[in-house]
């Protein structure tokens, strides 16, 4: 059963503009929530997280929105440049970590 | 500063050949040890986690193991591979104290 879901497999953006990836989750007991990005053949990179108890967290063009109630989290990614260009995967978790399937973002000069 | 390894970076294997991937870690001590598998269109899929050496838990039943002989050091290794075996492992670690985990360069495993 997967328990952390990217429903959107791919997503392209004009660059200057706004990135939002989205995630969501079943389980109510995950306490914290990452995000990483990935480039092909490469181990994923840690972007920028979350703790359950905010509803925000804010990293320079990043941005990550958590909504409990509605077990949903997005990334948004303001301006977006073409290195933005990558599948970005969202975890959440404890102890252990639970992935999506990852959302690859194309950022069009 | 840390540093994660793990070699090989590639490796193409028969069917029913054994396995072993190591993963080392610098500069801490006593991480949390992950190892995850990326099938191709798949997600992250964690295998196995240890907080301690010769501390083991496997998330999904099969024909991997793992072994943690030393504090740094996390090795997944099989006996005989599957073709189901291939895909992109990944060597993780953690302080234990944040949540953060930091990945390696993966190893591109391919059972023929």
């Known amino acids: 059963d997967q328990q952390v879901k990217q429903n959107s497999p791919s997503l392209s953006v004009q660059e200057g503009r706004i990135s939002i990836l989205n995630c969501d989750y079943t389980?109510?007991?995950?306490?914290?929530f990452l995000w990483y990005k990935k480039y092909p053949a490469e181990g994923p990179t840690f972007l920028i997280s979350?703790?359950?108890?905010?509803d925000k967290n804010e990293d320079g063009r990043f941005t990550v929105f958590l909504n409990k109630s509605a077990k949903h989290l997005s990334l948004h990614i303001v301006p977006s440049q073409p290195g933005d260009s990558a599948v970005y995967f969202c975890a959440g978790g404890w102890n252990q970590f639970y992935f999506g399937t990852g959302t690859s973002l194309t950022v069009i000069p | 500063s840390q540093t994660i390894h793990q070699w090989p970076a590639t490796l193409v294997q028969p069917v029913g050949s054994p396995l072993s991937l190591e993963c080392t870690v610098e500069g801490t001590s006593n991480p949390n040890l992950y190892w995850y598998r990326q099938a191709a269109g798949r997600g992250l899929q964690l295998l196995f986690y240890s907080v301690g050496i010769g501390q083991i838990s496997s998330e999904v039943p099969q024909n991997l193991s793992a072994s943690r002989p030393q504090d740094r050091q996390f090795i997944l290794s099989s006996k005989k591979l599957l073709l189901s075996d291939s895909g992109f492992y990944l060597c993780?670690?953690?302080?234990?104290?944040?949540?953060?985990?930091?990945f390696g360069p993966g190893t591109r495993l391919t059972v023929t």
């Open positions: 979350i703790s359950s108890i905010k």
């Open positions: 993780a670690w953690s302080t234990g104290r944040t949540y953060e985990q930091y």
């Open positions: 389980n109510s007991m995950f306490d914290y």
